[in-house]
């Protein structure tokens, strides 16, 4: 069973373009939403967070969108580089066990 | 901000041998240790918590005979595949929390281990 799932698989975009990543969720008692950030071959880096409390949070040209009465959140990524060329994974979890659970992960290529 | 390191960054092994993986928190003392396993293309899927001084736990379907865990000290965790055979081979990513942090769902992860089990 899937709890977090994530679209698309893959995505390709042109360099200063949007990326847009989107993730829906079945677990109304998930509270913390987690975006990693991974390169071939490394572990995965904390990007971005968002608590249900918000709508919305940025950090530079990455922006969390969460609607929680739909159940979904997206991953904006603004003026996109082919440096964000990655794989980027959502993910939920709930305040006592903090154990995460990822979506299934989207390849993104950026061309320059 | 937190760091964490992994040793070895890639091992290559006979089928039958065992391995040992470590973790560390480099600048802060982690309360837990996640070890996640990943395949190429594929999410991370988490094999075992493990809090200092206690035993892990384990996720269903993991074998916790296969995967030893020992956490030793609040900035230590080892995974060691016993008995590796090729279909333990993986990308192996452990992550920490930082116990000082008041917010404590934010993982920091390692760089992984790659193992090739011949």
């Known amino acids: 069973q899937q709890q977090v799932k994530q679209s698309p698989q893959s995505l390709i975009v042109q360099k200063g373009g949007i990326s847009i990543i989107n993730c829906a969720y079945e677990n109304t008692a998930f509270d913390y939403f987690p975006w990693y950030q991974q390169f071939p071959g490394k572990g995965p880096a904390l990007l971005i967070a968002i608590r249900p409390d918000v709508s919305e949070k940025k950090e530079g040209r990455f922006t969390i969108s969460f609607n929680k009465s739909a159940k979904q959140f997206s991953l904006h990524i603004m003026d996109s580089q082919p440096g964000d060329s990655a794989t980027y994974f959502c993910?939920?979890?709930?305040?006592?066990?903090?154990?995460?659970?990822f979506g299934r992960g989207t390849s993104l290529i950026v061309h320059p | 901000g937190a760091v964490v390191s992994q040793h070895p960054s890639w091992v290559i092994c006979k089928s039958g041998t065992s391995v040992k993986i470590e973790c560390r928190s480099l600048d802060f003392q982690a309360t837990t240790m996640f070890w996640y396993r990943q395949f190429p293309k594929q999410s991370l899927m988490l094999m075992a918590t493990s809090n200092e001084g206690s035993k892990a736990t384990y996720e269903q379907g993991v074998e916790k005979d296969k995967f030893l865990i020992n956490h030793a000290s609040l900035t230590l965790s080892t995974l060691t595949v016993t008995s590796a055979h090729p279909e333990d081979s993986s990308f192996y990513i452990c992550?920490?929390?930082?116990?000082?942090?008041?917010?404590?769902?934010?993982?920091?992860f390692g760089p992984g281990t790659r193992l090739l089990v011949l």
């Open positions: 993910a939920a979890s709930t305040g006592g066990s903090y154990i995460p659970t």
């Open positions: 992550s920490a929390r930082d116990g000082r942090e008041w917010h404590q769902e934010t993982q920091y």
